[in-house]
Antibody
């Protein structure tokens, strides 16, 4: 069974940084594009960042461009999201998602709370 | 960006009755190269991540009950639950993956009447 397990969330002050990780297993990680999707409390789903299978191409939502960096280590089967200059509006559950065009597997998510 | 608009925002349906959710995209998500609609549906139960139900607008994901069906083409799509069960209480989202950025509809909350 495909597994995606996020970690690294928590409480951080505005302007602070966090690094999320997503450990992937039971599939050939290096063959898939991956996404981070977030969901603010009580709100809908919003794409944050995506990376291609070998890490050579990335893209970001305008709301996080210049502040967040997506990366991957295919040798470690791990996806990352480095989040800098965090704002209150970045408060959300962050999901790691495998894509096969559509989003076929989602992790359980990790909660990031930005508050003083 | 392609805007996905779902309706209604919420609906209450009696057990065993039909539930219908609509999704409209601001531009066509039908690819001329492969004649497929780049449209998916997800189910999200409280406290859980979204789960893929339908992709290519009408292909049911493995293990999804056949009471769930997707239809439509171009800009107008429908998710139908033919006979609502208690375990179907959830929020349902449509999503296009036709181009970057992928975008989701605002969600439709389905409850038992």
């Amino acid at each position: 069974e495909v597994q995606l397990v996020e970690s690294g969330g928590g409480l951080v002050q505005p302007g602070g940084s966090l690094r999320l990780s997503c450990a992937a297993s039971e599939f050939t990680f290096s063959s898939y594009w991956m996404y981070w999707v977030r969901q603010a409390p009580g709100k809908g789903l919003v794409w944050v960042a995506r990376i291609n299978s070998d890490g050579s191409s990335t893209d970001y939502a305008d709301s996080v461009k210049g502040r967040f960096t997506i990366s991957r280590d295919n040798a470690k089967n791990t996806l990352y999201l480095q989040m800098n200059s965090l704002r209150a509006e970045d408060t959300a559950v962050y999901y790691c998602v495998r894509t096969n065009y559509y989003f076929d597997y989602w992790g359980r998510g990790t909660l990031v709370t930005v508050s003083s | 960006d392609i805007v996905m608009t779902q309706s209604p925002d919420s609906l209450a349906v009696s057990l065993g009755e039909r539930a219908t959710i609509n999704c409209k995209s601001s531009q066509s998500v039908l690819s001329s190269s492969n004649n497929k609609n780049f449209l998916a549906w997800y189910q999200q139960k409280p406290g859980q991540p979204p789960k893929l139900l339908i992709y290519w607008a009408s292909t049911r994901e493995s293990g999804v009950p056949d009471r769930f069906s997707g239809s439509g083409s171009g800009t107008d799509f429908t998710l139908t639950i033919s006979s609502l069960q208690a375990e179907d209480v959830a929020v349902y989202y449509c999503q296009h993956y036709y181009s970057s950025p992928v975008t989701f509809g605002g969600g439709t909350k389905v409850e038992i009447k």
